[in-house]
């Protein structure tokens, strides 16, 4: 690490627009972009070393600004929220940055370096002597920091006030959302308050726009997937389905497939409860139960609007699945989401609801049904060994960890299994098969299993067998 990173801090660095790179006996090495001679020289002077300049892009000092600043700022955070949490909350740091409260001060480090990590969310709760903070990152949630149980109730107060929440109201869950500036960019930060015994907890779900991809390589689509995929959007009308449990990121793929059909010919509405993502030229809406738009009146009244295009949040009943099967049936294209473990019992599914086999077999064109695993860094370790799950020695590769990733692991790809309705199928579902009949079916079809999907990433070294086993329950086969 940098020792010249406590001199050049990351305020120093935005200001003079310099990153230091590499640290030499009397020399060090900085890139720059629009930068102030002047500015370099009293560098040399606080340094007592000289400064080597190489001039890049404004974009790349920036991309290069947080590789370095990132894990030096980790443990710089820590150590921060540590001393804070020693200290008693009346007593200011010295060098406490623009004089801001502890509590406001331990926050806004806890709530950056959450941006900083790419976190999806961070809960605060009370357990009987403390307060715990645990960051969820790629979708394991892990502890950062404990503070002091006094602390609790200031720092719901504090979430209270900055997401316009009433904060003398503790004992029902509330929600709301804020937005937050970290590097002159807009953080969209969503708030559920839940009443505990030992007070509020709080959950913080971080919005971060920068942070998305909504290409289909971006969400981890290639190869044969993407042909599948493509000849699924280039239908004129149906419905396709995108399935996985909670969290698997089948709002992504939904997204993906709405900016890519994304033109100033078409209309395009969304009915979503709630809207995550703001997309520029979509009209989405959000459900207001309350106020008695619920998903099924609200599909009827954007099927008003004329839409060429439409997403409904989640199919949850037989009149939201009737509904959208029919709007796919008179024209459509219409997107949608299910909780189900995988595609072929996807069409059970409509059944147990009521949905009438022909109404499935004349509206579904697709089903796709995903899960996110994490994406082993390149710091990962080949093996070679006996994989009960798949019945056969494998070469696979497993996580190391090094200062550039978490645990071994950078961020999360989805891994996918797509089923098209072909013909045979369809008149599987009119003839009332079995699921493992059509489940036969689809595979003669060309469907690729999510076991054996996740096998493929597993031999490419996407990602490891520990993440295909933490699915193992829902996979099938
Ligand atoms: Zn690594």
Not at 159 to 187: A, E
């Amino acid at each position: 690490m940098l020792s010249c990173l406590s001199i050049i801090d990351r305020k120093l660095s935005v200001k003079y627009n310099i990153v230091p790179i590499e640290e030499k006996k009397d020399s060090i090495l900085c890139i720059a972009s629009r930068f102030n001679k002047g500015e370099v020289d009293n560098l040399e002077i606080l340094l007592n070393k000289r400064v080597v300049i190489e001039e890049v892009s404004i974009e790349e000092l920036n991309e290069k600004r947080i590789e370095v600043f990132k894990s030096y700022e980790r443990i710089k955070i820590l150590e921060k929220i540590e001393l804070l949490n020693q200290y008693k909350l009346n007593i200011h740091l010295e060098n406490s940055i623009e004089n801001k409260s502890p509590i406001i001060e331990i926050m806004d480090l806890i709530i950056e370096h959450a941006i900083v990590e790419k976190c999806s969310d961070i809960h605060i709760e009370g357990i009987e002597r403390e307060v715990v903070v645990k960051i969820r990152i790629d979708g394991s949630l892990k502890e950062l920091c404990r503070l002091n149980k006094e602390y609790q109730q200031k720092i719901i107060s504090r979430i209270k006030v900055l997401s316009n929440l009433d904060y003398t109201v503790k004992n029902i869950p509330q929600d709301s959302r804020f937005t937050y500036i970290y590097n002159s960019k807009n953080i969209d930060i969503r708030v559920a308050t839940t009443p505990t015994v030992y007070g509020e907890k709080i959950v913080l779900r971080i919005l971060d726009k920068n942070n998305v991809d909504y290409t289909k390589e971006g969400i981890g689509l290639y190869g044969e997937d993407v042909i599948k995929v493509n000849k699924l959007l280039s239908q004129p009308s149906g419905l396709i389905l995108s399935v996985g449990p909670t969290g698997c990121g089948k709002s992504s793929t939904i997204y993906t497939f709405l900016k890519y059909l994304m033109n100033e010919e078409i209309n395009i509405i969304t009915i979503e409860d709630p809207v995550e993502y703001k997309i520029e030229g979509i009209n989405q809406i959000n459900i207001n139960e309350e106020a008695g738009l619920d998903f099924n009146e609200g599909l009827k009244a954007i099927l008003r609007l004329d839409p060429d295009v439409l997403m409904l949040g989640e199919i949850r009943s037989l009149d939201t699945a009737t509904t959208a099967i029919r709007a796919s049936i008179t024209g459509r294209k219409v997107f949608s989401t299910i909780h189900t473990s995988d595609s072929p019992s996807t069409i059970y599914r409509l059944l147990d609801m009521g949905v009438e086999n022909y109404l499935i077999s004349s509206g579904v064109i697709g089903i796709i049904s995903q899960r996110l695993v994490r994406k082993l860094c390149d710091c990962k370790r080949k093996k070679k060994d006996y994989i009960e799950l798949y019945d056969e020695v494998i070469e696979y590769y497993e996580p190391v960890g090094c200062e550039k990733c978490n645990d071994g692991y950078i961020g999360r790809v989805a891994i996918f299994e797509i089923l098209i309705l072909n013909q045979k199928l369809k008149e599987g579902i009119n003839k009332n098969k079995s699921l493992d009949e059509l489940r036969e079916i689809a595979k003669e079809g060309g469907m690729v299993t999510l076991k054996e999907a996740m096998k493929k990433a597993v031999l490419e070294g996407k990602t490891s067998i520990d993440e295909v086993y933490k699915n193992i329950m829902t996979i099938g086969d």
